[in-house]
């Protein structure tokens, strides 16, 4: 079946420093990729997608190409900020599920949680 | 905005008390879901309505069922709440518009907390 993978957390930057989570998958058909992020009591919001290989998806400094050569997803972004402290999902969307065509079943990774220091 | 809306955002019930977490959207998505996730997991998705064609996960608990009234409405029901079922509950959802057929929309969530 589907799996995504991605690397284990915590993550600990100081302000400005390079950012990259590191994010593989396995999937039987042509999956979308998707990265989410959640910040602390919320609920997941879309950072950024890839629907086919090569696409690069980008949002807000960061950015991630959709790489089929080595099934991977990595999430980079130059410069981060304080802000920026969460948990990043790594997802992909593959298989449809249930009695609809257009219901189709996320993939999740574990989870990464970034801490920006100052 | 267009936008998934979950409420309450806290909820704290007793052990074995009924509890109702309501989701509506404003997106006229024809696909809604709803997730469990506990502390430090990913989600873990319970069931999903395909319009009024409910689907559930085969290792849902019984405990857990839905309702979807319309297409804007959604609702999870706990019948009888253990502490295991402590956790954020997430909905969200999928439209049909070719840009984004397979992304979903997610709410900000309930904290549901079992005394």
């Known amino acids: 079946g589907d799996s995504v993978t991605q690397m284990e957390g915590p993550v600990t930057l100081s302000e400005e420093a390079f950012l990259t989570i590191n994010c593989t998958y396995t999937a039987t058909g042509y999956p979308s990729l998707f990265w989410y992020v959640q910040y602390p009591g919320e609920g997941l919001q879309l950072l950024l997608k890839a629907t086919k290989a090569d696409d690069k998806g980008s949002n807000k400094g960061f950015e991630a190409t959709y790489r089929k050569e080595t099934t991977s997803f990595h999430l980079e972004k130059g410069s981060v900020q304080v802000s920026d402290s969460a948990v990043y999902f790594c997802?992909?969307?593959?298989?449809?599920?249930?009695?609809?065509?257009?219901?189709?079943?996320?993939?999740f990774g574990k989870g990464t949680k970034l801490s920006v220091i100052p | 905005d267009a936008m998934v809306i979950q409420n309450p955002r806290y909820q704290v019930t007793q052990f074995g008390k009924p509890v109702t977490l309501s989701c509506s959207q404003t997106?006229?998505?024809?696909?809604m879901y709803w997730y469990q996730q506990k502390s430090s997991q990913a989600p873990k998705l319970l069931f999903h309505?395909?319009?009024?064609?409910?689907?559930n996960e085969a290792d849902t608990p019984d405990n857990f069922q839905s309702r979807r009234p319309n297409t804007s409405f959604c609702f999870l029901d706990i019948r009888s709440p253990g502490l295991g079922d402590a956790a954020m509950y997430l909905c969200?959802?999928?439209?049909?518009?070719?840009?984004?057929?397979?992304?979903?929309?997610f709410g900000p969530g309930t904290r549901l907390t079992v005394l």
């Open positions: 997802a992909l969307s593959d298989i449809p599920v249930g009695s609809g065509a257009g219901s189709y079943q996320l993939t």
């Open positions: 309505y395909y319009d009024k064609d409910f689907n």
């Open positions: 997106l006229n998505h024809n696909v």
């Open positions: 969200a959802t999928s439209g049909r518009m070719a840009r984004s057929y397979n992304e979903q929309f």
